[in-house]
């Protein structure tokens, strides 16, 4: 079964610092992951997504993210933090089957500071 | 935004009382999704459909109930309230992108349940 562990509950960053946000998946077979961002009180915004083209995967706002089979990880990361980069990212996983259900992890909650 | 509406955008209701919840989509998808977000959680999937009659199980379906009688709706129901379906609830297409199925989402609803 396919799982994701996003590992930090919260970030927080200052204005122009990189931002780091830690996920691993579980899955038995190729997956196909996403990142999403969520700001406060709005829906879900898809950010990037790997389907195996290409490990390093570059989003929207200039974040990006890189696959890395052996380490099942799917950090997300961006070279400069902005003020309207605060908001919740959902790593995902995708099951890969007829339906394309999703999992997802719990969410890092990232603040931004001047 | 994929041409999802769901409605209403915020309900309050009481604890035993039935609650129905539309999704709207104009792009003729045939998957649709209901999930429900949870602090700490993330979003988890209620239920989905493959196509008009066709639904299944998601992983938290206890309590809720889905139809979809035409391909643009797609109905989540609470037929007895209780406060633990106090959440906000998203609803997603999937849309085939290359060889790759991406979800994308609604601008939710907010349920509190007394």
Same mark, same amino acid.
């Given at each position: 079964?396919?799982? !994701?562990?996003?590992?930090?509950?919260?970030?927080?960053?200052? #204005?122009?610092?990189?931002?780091?946000?830690?996920?691993?998946?579980?899955?038995?077979?190729?997956?196909?992951?996403?990142?999403? !961002?969520?700001?406060?009180?709005?829906?879900?915004?898809?950010?990037?997504?790997?389907?195996?083209?290409?490990?390093?995967?570059?989003?929207?706002?200039?974040? #990006?993210?890189?696959?890395?089979?052996?380490?099942?990880?799917?950090?997300?990361?961006?070279?400069?933090?902005?003020?309207?980069?605060?908001?919740?990212?959902?790593?995902?996983?995708?099951?890969?089957?007829?339906?394309?259900?999703?999992?997802?992890?719990?969410?890092?909650?990232?603040?931004?500071?001047? | 935004?994929?041409?999802?509406?769901?409605?209403?955008?915020?309900?309050?209701?009481?604890?035993?009382?039935?609650?129905?919840?539309?999704?709207?989509?104009?792009?003729?998808?045939?998957?649709?999704?209901?999930?429900?977000?949870?602090?700490?959680?993330?979003?988890?999937?209620?239920?989905?459909?493959?196509?008009?009659?066709?639904?299944?199980?998601?992983?938290?379906?206890?309590?809720?109930?889905?139809?979809?009688?035409?391909?643009?709706?797609?109905?989540?129901?609470?037929?007895?309230?209780?406060?633990?379906?106090?959440?906000?609830?998203?609803?997603?297409?999937?849309?085939?992108?290359?060889?790759?199925?991406?979800?994308?989402?609604?601008?939710?609803?907010?349920?509190?349940?007394?």
């Amino acid at each position: 079964a396919q799982s !994701v562990t996003q590992l930090d509950s919260h970030v927080s960053v200052s #204005e122009g610092t990189p931002v780091l946000l830690r996920c691993n998946y579980s899955s038995s077979y190729s997956p196909s992951l996403f990142w999403y !961002v969520q700001h406060p009180n709005k829906g879900l915004q898809l950010l990037l997504k790997y389907t195996s083209a290409a490990t390093l995967v570059k989003g929207i706002n200039g974040f #990006e993210a890189e696959f890395k089979k052996s380490e099942t990880s799917f950090h997300l990361t961006k070279p400069s933090a902005h003020m309207s980069d605060a908001a919740e990212y959902f790593c995902v996983v995708s099951d890969r089957g007829g339906y394309n259900k999703l999992i997802f992890g719990a969410g890092t909650r990232l603040a931004v500071h001047p | 935004d994929a041409g999802i509406t769901q409605s209403p955008r915020h309900k309050v209701t009481e604890t035993g009382t039935p609650v129905t919840l539309r999704c709207h989509q104009t792009e003729n998808h045939r998957y649709m999704y209901w999930y429900r977000q949870d602090p700490g959680h993330g979003l988890r999937l209620i239920h989905y459909s493959y196509g008009v009659k066709d639904t299944d199980k998601g992983e938290v379906s206890d309590g809720y109930s889905v139809s979809r009688s035409k391909t643009e709706d797609f109905l989540l129901t609470l037929e007895s309230a209780t406060s633990s379906q106090t959440s906000v609830y998203f609803c997603a297409i999937s849309a085939r992108q290359g060889d790759t199925d991406t979800q994308y989402f609604g601008p939710g609803t907010r349920l509190t349940v007394l």
